[in-house]
């Protein structure tokens, strides 16, 4: 499925990533403080390096794969983090989740990102429902859910980076999300 790629908020593009985009995406992969309550625990330069490159290569979310939009600040092109969104084999669902780097967080930039890639995502006529799956301890990303909409319908237990640990879904569906304002437009191509 293409979604449509750049579009813009009124702080953000979200877009595929460029090759620049690289040494900012390494860094911020490899902060703990950011990587503390995500499934990864870094990544090496060389391996930041392949992931953009293939990232900014690729032209359509494939159903069953993880895509990578970038978020980049509108008025300087810098990336600011990523969200992920894989849609269902069968495309009638999806599911996302977002990644900021510490120096741009506290700003509403995830909240702004995520709103967007929701409407790209509904934007697809075949998605009804988007989900997300956070750690029961990433209190910001349980309350930003929260104020999108998204409504708490799970919790499981599982080890994670080998401890307990409480992992909420949770989901909109189309119906749900029809009522909010669009937030993002295509982009204008660059100058």
């Keep these: 499925m293409a979604l449509a790629l750049p579009a813009r908020t009124k702080r953000l593009v979200l877009r ?8 900012i995406f390494f860094s911020y992969r490899n902060d703990p403080a950011v990587a503390r309550l995500q499934s990864w625990d870094g990544i090496a330069r060389s391996a930041a390096l ?10 359509a979310a494939a159903p069953g794969e993880w895509f990578q939009i970038a978020l980049a600040l509108a008025h300087s092109n810098q990336l600011v983090g990523d969200v992920g969104v894989c ?9 996302l989740g977002f990644t900021l780097a510490r120096a741009h967080q506290k700003f509403g930039y995830a909240a702004e990102g995520v709103r967007c890639a929701v409407d790209l995502l509904f934007a697809e ?25 998204f409504l708490h319908t799970a919790t499981s237990n599982r080890l994670f980076k080998g401890a307990q ?27």
């Design 165 to 191: 640990c409480a992992e909420h879904t949770f989901e909109i569906k189309r119906a749900a999300w029809r009522g909010l304002a669009a937030s993002c437009q295509p982009a204008p191509p660059p100058d």
């Design 125 to 149: 006529p075949a998605i009804g429902c988007v989900t997300a799956v956070t750690d029961a301890r990433n209190l910001s990303a349980r309350k930003l859910l929260d104020r999108l909409g």
């Design 16 to 23: 595929r990533f460029e090759p620049q985009d690289a040494e």
């Design 87 to 95: 849609i269902g084999k069968d495309g009638r669902a999806a599911e």
């Design 50 to 59: 392949q992931f953009v490159r293939l990232q900014s290569a690729v032209q």
